[in-house]
């Protein structure tokens, strides 16, 4: 049953609250647990650096003896830097895992918040998520303007076309469009809009995901992001399966509750929104 909007402005704050109160301080917290540990190692390597420059111009004069006055202070700031140098080089390699999970932290809260708070812009429904799509990715609107032919809809992928896309965006668009087929590879960006009246379900997802791969299998063609936007949400089990297939595929699966001019992501209110 398609929920009532009324519904789903009873959800929308406590919507809101999860999407910026929780994740948001949470990853300020863990930024400033890793911050003492980011400014020790930015200041070792800088003074590794130096080291590195007084050896090299030291080296540049031949290496020739200097005074004891100068030869210690040098020798225990060597010593320092060799001695410290485990510790910041664990300390260096322990900062990639959390600065990779602030990205896709930030990136998540980005996301929600583009899709489910900022106010929807376009005259039809493929016009509101093609402006959506254009707030995450900025060079969408830039690069359509220089190559209009870009974009097509309607239309499918591959020699069998098993699934045709409301929007296809193709952002390696080439320069000279007679060469498309031959030197390109194009890099889609697609948009499956789900008119329905009952939630979609595994089946329906399975063969759009399952037969677009099939489509692009022998093609040196690439999905940056497939967007999956239903007029009446997803069922569990369907939800269930894109976070399965999202391991085995090398794209980005985004699906979408439109309701009206607005847009929910399921995996987080579309069970509340359907228990009405």
Known sequence: MQPSTGSAESNEISGEEAIATPSAFALIREIDKYADKLW???????????????????AAYGLRPIS???????FVYASIIVVYFPVAFYNGIGLIGPLRNWRDAVSDIVFEVTFELLPTKGATPLDRILNKISEIYTDVPPYLAKRPGAIERGVGLGKKKSVKW???????????????NRFSSPE???????????????QELRHIIQGTRNDLKWSSSEVVSMFIVS???FSNEALDYVQDVS?????????VFEL???????????EDLHST
Not at 40 to 58: E, G, H, M, Q
Not at 170 to 176: A, E, G, I, V
Not at 247 to 255: A, C, P, R, T
């Open 231 to 233: 007029t009446c949400g």
């Open 260 to 270: 009206g001019t607005r847009y929910y992501l399921p995996t987080k209110v579309d």
């Open 68 to 74: 004891d006055w100068l030869f210690f202070p040098f």
């Open 188 to 202: 889609y960006i697609l948009v499956k809009r789900i008119e329905t009246q009952r939630q979609v379900e595994v």
């Open 166 to 180: 409301d929007l296809v965006i193709n952002m390696n668009y080439p320069r000279f469009p007679s060469l498309l």
């Open 40 to 58: 020790k190692t930015i200041v070792y390597f800088v003074a590794l650096s130096l080291f590195l420059l007084i050896t090299v111009v030291w």
């Open 247 to 255: 391991d085995e595929v090398d794209f980005n699966i985004e699906l």
